[in-house]
């Protein structure tokens, strides 16, 4: 799994990233787009690294796949999707590649990368921290892993007595 999220990281770039969820007819006529946010989509060409909030919401599991999944077990609302790249990215129009990704707590599997967080740096100095909570994925900048290390120090640490292990993986374009 690692190697082809390489091949696919590699050759590519971040073209958007998608939610998924539900539209939802307000009684006032206005539809209202309901997040999925245990589900982000990162695009990369033809094909999306799905990231699933998992465990409890307390870590990632990171996928290659062809098209999203649509979990919908509300009647009478319909599958929808988003693009939030125009949102997360600093410069939309830029291009978008990835430098690196760290991974804490990385553990592979056959089809999937499984990690608590993951810090994705891009070609143009953006950083973009993903962090599963019991509310969702977020996704921020570099505040958001700062965030993230204060929550783990003050509530974690004492648990685990160690900070996660880092696998970081560099991509050349």
Known sequence: MLEKMKELIGCNSIDDIHLTGVVHMEEDGVSEF???????????GDQFIELEAIDGYGRLRITIVDSFKHENDIEDMT????KIGDFIFTNPLATNEVSSMIFFNLEMEYDALICDVLHIKLINGQDLFIDPSFLGINIGGI??????????????????GAYPKETCIEFNH
């Open 34 to 44: 309901v997040a999925n946010t245990n589900f982000v989509y990162f695009e990369f």
């Open 79 to 82: 599958p929808s999707k988003a």
């Open 143 to 160: 505040e958001q892993k700062h965030f993230w290390e204060e929550n783990f120090v003050e509530r974690v640490l004492p648990r685990v």
